[in-house]
């Protein structure tokens, strides 16, 4: 019984080392190439009124309400949600939209507030190409103890990168069908 305890001690011990020395950050990012304009992809994005259309997040808490406030689209737009299902509680602000010849960036602070708290930063590149506009979609920031704890049982870029692709799809879809 002695030997089974110091097993089971030895076994938590390493699983918590080993957690431990996992990356204190992480990075999810996915991308897709659409036929459209910077302009009209970045019209998807900047404007969290059109999120409706594509986020995969809209739909899956049909208690979730939602307000908006602050700047209409763009820099200070401010999106909040609270939900009593799967969609917890949460704000994002557009925090910077960065544009040249060769990319644009819109910036986004992602605040989770239930069903834990964390902040994190969501980037959209735009680069435009000759046949529209490749986007990269990712979501970046601190990995506290709990989150590499959990990592180590659940891959989170898995998890979330099919969201982030099924996202991206519909996002496609609404920006090549939008007036040119």
Same mark, same amino acid.
């Given at each position: 019984?002695?030997?089974?305890?110091?097993?089971?001690?030895?076994?938590?011990?390493?699983?918590? *080392?080993?957690?431990?020395? @996992?990356? /204190?950050? +992480?990075?999810?990012? #996915?991308?897709?190439?659409? &036929?459209?304009?910077?302009?009209?992809?970045?019209?998807?994005?900047?404007?969290?009124?059109?999120?409706?259309?594509?986020?995969?997040?809209?739909?899956?808490?049909?208690?979730?309400?939602?307000?908006?406030?602050?700047?209409?689209?763009?820099?200070?737009?401010?999106?909040?949600?609270?939900?009593?299902?799967?969609?917890?509680?949460?704000?994002?602000?557009?925090?910077?939209?960065?544009?040249?010849?060769?990319? *644009?960036?819109?910036?986004? @602070?992602? /605040?989770? +507030?239930?069903?834990? #708290?964390?902040?994190?930063? &969501?980037?959209?590149?735009?680069?435009?190409?000759?046949?529209?506009?490749?986007?990269?979609?990712?979501?970046?920031?601190?990995?506290?103890?709990?989150?590499?704890?959990?990592?180590?049982?659940?891959?989170?870029?898995?998890?979330?990168?099919?969201?982030?692709?099924?996202?991206?799809?519909?996002?496609?879809?609404?920006?090549?069908?939008?007036?040119?």
């Amino acid at each position: 019984m002695l030997i089974a305890l110091v097993v089971l001690v030895l076994a938590i011990a390493a699983l918590l *080392a080993y957690a431990g020395s @996992r990356p /204190d950050t +992480f990075r999810i990012e #996915r991308s897709i190439h659409i &036929a459209a304009s910077m302009l009209q992809v970045a019209e998807q994005i900047d404007d969290f009124h059109r999120w409706g259309k594509w986020s995969p997040w809209e739909h899956i808490d049909p208690t979730m309400q939602r307000s908006y406030s602050g700047a209409d689209a763009g820099v200070g737009a401010v999106y909040d949600w609270t939900g009593t299902g799967k969609a917890g509680a949460g704000r994002m602000e557009i925090t910077g939209m960065d544009a040249g010849p060769t990319k *644009a960036v819109i910036t986004i @602070r992602l /605040d989770f +507030f239930k069903p834990f #708290r964390q902040t994190n930063t &969501a980037e959209f590149t735009m680069t435009p190409t000759d046949a529209g506009t490749d986007l990269a979609w990712a979501m970046f920031g601190p990995s506290p103890f709990m989150s590499k704890l959990m990592g180590v049982f659940m891959n989170f870029d898995k998890m979330v990168g099919k969201d982030f692709e099924a996202g991206l799809a519909a996002l496609k879809t609404n920006a090549e069908q939008a007036p040119r």
